[in-house]
């Protein structure tokens, strides 16, 4: 997967696409199945006026990134999502985290336990429950 920049005030998987791309795959995720640049142009267009060649480009971006598939189907393509929704989730959050760890070891770590406790207290519980399990495993 190609490598992306955050975007800390957005929702959801628009932190790390573009509004465009964001839709683009949600509306794939959404039919699961392969898709021409047509049917997605008609799904989008349906809620506000673009180009079909903004779509096109988009989705051809989206495959570069790694985050479409894509067929030949005569004289067009048919593309595929390469993630489930979960999958991409995960992968991005896999990446976010291990690079702020990387990059910022306590003040991430220290916030991530603030968080928990502000947020979800129970998690927190389970944190140190999944944490002392793990330095148990290390002990023997």
């Known amino acids: 997967m190609h490598k992306h920049s955050i975007k800390p005030f957005e929702k ?12 683009i795959m949600e509306a ?13 142009h008609a799904f989008i267009s349906k809620s506000r006026k673009i180009a079909y060649t903004t779509v096109l480009t988009v989705m051809s971006r989206l495959h570069a990134k790694g985050l479409l598939k894509r067929l030949k189907d005569g004289r067009c ?22 690079g702020m760890i990387k990059d910022f070891k306590e003040p991430t770590l220290s916030y991530f336990v603030d968080a928990l ?23 023997r």
């Not at 959801?12 to 839709?23: D, N, T």
């Not at 995720?29 to 021409?36: M, P, T």
């Not at 393509?77 to 291990?98: D, G």
């Not at 944190?127 to 002990?139: C, H, I, N, V, Y």
């Open 28 to 40: 794939m995720w959404n039919w699961d199945c392969a898709s021409s640049v047509k049917d997605v």
């Open 117 to 139: 406790e502000n947020e979800d207290p129970e998690m927190l519980k389970s944190l140190q429950a999944l944490l002392e399990e793990r330095l148990k495993g290390k002990d």
């Open 12 to 23: 959801g998987i628009r932190k790390y696409l573009g509004v465009l791309e964001a839709e």
């Open 77 to 98: 393509y048919l593309y595929l999502t390469s993630y489930s929704r979960k999958e991409f989730m995960s992968l991005l959050n896999k990446r976010t985290i291990s």
